[in-house]
């Protein structure tokens, strides 16, 4: 499965963006998506996942609250709406599909994760 990444930006403090990620095809087993980021000089971190069914999300602790991800499975689409950022939420943040076992299955861990998307570069400034 291929993935595109799109909507970052420059945001000030306090704003928000949302990211999508359209998958290239839809596939019609069980799986998983997610969403990383990788900050300047640091290493990848979970930011948030999503089981195929939509029924179950999970998310890092740094962003709880604050991001949601969501589905539209018609458009083979995963979103990340994030609002209330700040200047830690600076990174590349990467999408990411892994097949899974079952629909309400959700990963959190880059080895679980089959193919990832390019890339968006997300800049909050204080």
């Known amino acids: 499965v291929q993935l595109q990444a799109s909507g970052g930006g420059l945001v000030q403090a306090g704003g928000s963006l949302r990211l999508s990620c359209v998958a290239s095809r839809r596939t019609f087993s069980s799986y998983v998506m997610g969403w990383f980021r990788q900050p300047p000089g640091k290493e990848r971190e979970f930011v948030a996942a999503?089981?195929?069914?939509?029924?179950?999300?999970y998310y890092a602790d740094s962003v709880k609250g604050r991001f949601t991800i969501s589905t539209n499975n018609a458009k083979n689409t995963v979103y990340l709406q994030m609002n209330s950022l700040n200047a830690e939420d600076t990174a590349v943040y990467l999408c990411a599909w892994g097949l899974s076992r079952s629909s309400n299955t959700l990963y959190y861990t880059e080895d679980e994760y089959d193919d990832w998307g390019q890339g968006t570069q997300v800049t909050v400034s204080s």
């Open positions: 999503i089981s195929w069914s939509g029924g179950r999300t």
